[in-house]
């Protein structure tokens, strides 16, 4: 209801302005430190003050005497040297919320199944009218190992972006990329086959068993060692092995495809236990096998974006050359990455990129670059789709095929009016690639809607280091956080964390509610779990590095998870006593609400009630800057600011029965407040805690 509000506002000021001035004005509006100033205030006067050679604080008086009603706003004063200060009306701000309260509990299943994540194409969405499709890809974690905890910031992110663009009416598709021929997945290949010397029966049969994640960990940990050891041997291995799976052919090729695919379902099941599912797991494969890659080389051939090396170290190449403006662009972040040797291989700050090797083989930027065109419908090809199978329970996933296409399937092809791609901040210089080689084509908009939601490393700190299990030296367990390493081995695997975690929170749980249930033990302490992991990661800013920590993680005080569960939990117990006392049976009169709002504690209500109906704010800062951070700050400071409430106000035990009824009625509304809040944090919230 605040973003409404203050939309309503700029959009009158935007008029006025014009209708009196005859100028065009972007309007900035900024909420006041003090709830007395106002709930909006606009610096506008100064800037206009520029432009008509007048004093800014008379024209802010000209602009509050000739603005006229704005639904909603009680007035608007000047203040200091020129500012503009807007007063809500505070009894149509409580009716609007409570309003809007009531019509999604109307919703009922159908806002708690988009909260969940699992909407599927052509189905509605949140407020407002929907618009164009949207495509989030996400986690695209390399099918050669676990899932380790910086994967697991990925999806968070991915997964959360989604939910907060579905909320304010986007039609988004969940993409999750599969490098199924890449070196990662050559590596462990050569691992199995040439190191371990064992058959593809053998790996076929390993594969089928539990923790082969695990197993291809350590595997593609001692292949980095022996790679290193030989240079030489390596490149020679990695170029043999990568061309028979790229063309499909041979044991290599077999291997390959038998470990991406059983690596695959356990990242599908890794995710599921964080609440995060997928729609569409598009294959790196069938980029190849279907010739989107040749249809792109063409098109890039063709243009002259690219051009064949004949001569110095990139000869027999196929190279993506800069132009000057593109020189700028790429040289303002020119990032590797430490984890993706295929995607930082050839790469040494050079102006040209490759995009074809000279032994036929592609980049990954390259293949990136045919993904990337057919994303928005640039491609004139189309995969073939099909059901994956052992999907998790609950979830229907759907894969790109070279094989017969599943009539049944959605229409992924559809182009996307913009695209998201979650993606380590180190792959930031390859991401520009992708975009330059996208306006090489002339295709100059969709490089600027192609959004790369980068972040920042997840580390350990030293004491969550020692937890898991790791010998530190002297000088690391100085160091305020530890890095981790998949290609050494030396990291948090992302099933070990959720398992200690909900360890941890289940011991907690045991000892505070013994008279549970046992399921429901398990449940509640899952719910804790997942949900402090997922607001630790998504609590800081992406371009921070996190060093996490389980104790911090875990705590019950302060910017966490299971504070802000708390409070609904909190808010739980009293609506339910305030239910079986009949107090919630009370209609607030219209009176009451006008005489509690401006009273003695007016002020108190009042900012817990625009704290609530702010809701709307958080998310579209949210999708203006590309950050959840903002959800989830809203989350903690609504249930900051209910505490604070609570303490304050005696809300059972209140003997006015009026004002008993409106502090009830408030404080459910911050309860649905925040559980819609967490909700698009992929947060749930247990009955007990």
Known sequence: MYQKLTNRLREALVGHIREKYGVELAIALERPPKIEMGEAASPVCFELAKRLKK????????????????????????????????????????????AEKSR?????QGRDAEAAGVRREGQGAGRGEERGKVIV???????????????????????????????????????????????????????????????PVWVRNRAAEAKFDYYCWDLYAKA????????ERAAALRGATLKAIEEGTGEDAEVAQVVADAIVGCHLRTMA??????????????????????????MLKKSGAIQLASSGKMAGCWILPWKEEEKERINAENTESAEDTEKNEEEENSQDKIIVRSNGTVTYVGKDIAYQLWKFGLLGKDFHYRKWPNAPE???????????????????????????????ARQAYLQKVVAAGLRALGHVGA???????????????????????????PEEAKKPYVEVSGRKGFGVKADDLLDKLEAATLEEVQQRHAEMPAEEQKLTAHEIAVGALRFFLLKFTRNAIIAFDFKDALSFEGETGPYCQYA??????????????????????????????????GNSFWELLVAAGSLDYAVDAAIATQEPAFVAKYAFQLAQAFNNFYHKHHILSEADEQKRAFLLRLTELVEAQLVRALGLLGIETPEKM
């Not at 017969?404 to 913009?418: Q, R, V």
């Not at 490089?447 to 030296?473: D, F, K, N, Q, W």
Request: charged share 25%; hydrophobic share 40%.
């Open 273 to 298: 236990r964080l609440g995060i599912a997928y729609e569409l797991l598009a294959r790196e494969s069938e980029i190849l096998h279907l010739k989107f890659w040749d249809a792109a080389f063409e």
């Open 568 to 601: 609904v939990v909190r808010i739980r117990g009293i609506r339910r006593k305030g239910a079986d006392a009949g107090a919630t049976n009370v209609e607030v009169t219209k009176e009451s609400i006008a005489q509690l709002l401006s009273g003695a504690d």
């Open 137 to 199: 890809e996400h986690s695209s974690i390399n099918p050669n190992k676990a899932a380790h905890i910086g994967h697991v910031r990925n999806a968070v992110l991915g997964d959360t972006m989604v939910r907060i663009l579905r909320h304010a009416a986007h039609r988004v598709q969940i993409q999750n990329y599969i490098d199924n021929t890449g070196v990662q997945v050559a590596d462990v290949v050569i691992g199995l086959l040439q190191m371990e010397k064992v058959t």
């Open 224 to 231: 980095t060692s022996f790679f290193a050891a030989d240079k």
């Open 394 to 424: 609950g979830q229907t996933v759907w894969a790109t095929t070279s094989e017969t296409n599943d009539p049944e399937a959605p229409h992924f092809g559809e182009a996307a009016s913009s695209v998201y791609n979650v993606i380590d």
């Open 104 to 108: 999604e509990m109307e919703k009922g």
């Open 447 to 473: 490089a600027e809607r192609s959004i790369h939601l980068s972040y920042e490393i997840v580390a350990l700190t030293p004491r969550c280091a020692a937890e898991m299990g790791y010998e530190l030296t």
């Open 55 to 98: 004093v800014p604080r008379l024209i802010a008086q000209e602009i509050a005497n000739g603005l006229g009603r704005v639904e909603g706003i009680a007035r608007v004063e000047v203040a200091g040297g020129g500012y503009l200060d807007a007063y809500f009306d505070r009894g149509t701000f409580w009716a609007s919320v409570q």
